[in-house]
Nanobody, 124 residues
Framework: QIQLEESGGGLVQSGGSLRLSCRASSRTFYNYGMAWFRQAPGKEREFVAAISSRGFSNSYADFVKDRFTVSRDNAKNMAYLQMNILRPEDTAVYFC?????????????????WGQGTQVTVSS
């Protein structure tokens, strides 16, 4: 079992940057594929980015390619999402997610554990 806690959300102007962090409480964090999803008001939760258990591979949604970077530090039990060139349409609650049996969890049904989310608001 793993518990996830996000931090780093906030209010930023269009074109700005934020770095989200996800702290995991598990001695076997290195076994989990990690991902970030987001959910805007009135919309379904959608995939943003994922990284494999050892960090050797990653995947991104088309709408964040070349703007967001996913990373992890297994020694610290941490996952990160660096978000650059933020746009108002990036406004959402961002969730950290973990999957024990999926290398790159890019759909909600492949996720085993969720964090509580952190709000990101981008003003125009």
């Amino acid at each position: 079992q793993i518990q996830l806690e996000e931090s780093g959300g906030g209010l930023v102007q269009s074109g700005g940057s934020l770095r989200l962090s996800c702290r995991a409480s598990s001695r076997t964090f290195y076994n989990y594929g990690m991902a970030w999803f987001r959910q805007a008001p009135g919309k379904e939760r959608e995939f943003v980015a994922a990284i494999s258990s050892r960090g050797f591979s990653n995947s991104y949604a088309d709408f964040v390619k070349d703007r967001f970077t996913v990373s992890r530090d297994n020694a610290k039990n941490m996952a990160y999402l660096q978000m650059n060139i933020l746009r108002p349409e990036d406004t959402a609650v961002y969730f950290c997610a973990a999957a024990l049996h999926t290398t790159l969890p890019d759909t909600t049904d492949r996720v085993d554990y969720w964090g509580q989310g952190t709000q990101v608001t981008v003003s125009s």
